[in-house]
């Protein structure tokens, strides 16, 4: 049976907090037990990149890596960029397969996600201030199940 690794991959920013959420997920992830193999990263501008978490996902046994993009559309990067490093990667490992995922949206449940957001906005309260991304999922995470 092949040792199947989830490559969880974001467009990665220069701002730290918004890097960490993708860890984040990625530790959360791994927690539920169902991979042994939970690896974050990033496009570009944050580090590990794509390549190297491809290559730790090998190094720690990986077979087969999901490669799942944390974006929300189809657009250059994904088609282009994401494509093309599913492809360097194959020919780096040639015995593992990866396995490049769509887009998160659209679909059913970020339309539930953003229907939420529009009805915790729509009040006679004021609108939540901007606060960190860490500080941004505390609030707004537990919205129960959907």
Not at 72 to 96: F, I, K, N
């Amino acid at each position: 049976m092949p040792e199947t690794a989830v490559l969880l991959i974001a467009h990665g920013s220069r701002h730290a907090p918004a890097n960490d959420d993708l860890v984040r997920i990625a530790g959360r992830i791994a927690d539920r037990g169902e991979y042994r193999i939970v690896e974050p990263s990033f496009l570009e501008l944050a580090e590990p990149d794509i390549a190297r978490g491809g290559a730790r996902c090998v190094e720690l046994g990986a077979t087969r890596v999901l490669m799942v993009p944390y974006f929300l559309s189809a657009g250059v990067h994904l088609l282009r960029d994401l494509t093309a490093a599913r492809d360097d990667l194959q020919q780096r490992h040639p015995g593992v397969e990866f396995r490049l995922g769509p887009p998160l949206g659209p679909d059913p449940l970020l339309e539930t996600l953003v229907a939420e957001r529009v009805r915790q906005l729509d009040t006679d309260a004021p609108p939540p201030e901007f606060a960190p991304s860490g500080e941004m999922a505390g609030r707004y995470a537990p919205m129960g199940d959907h």
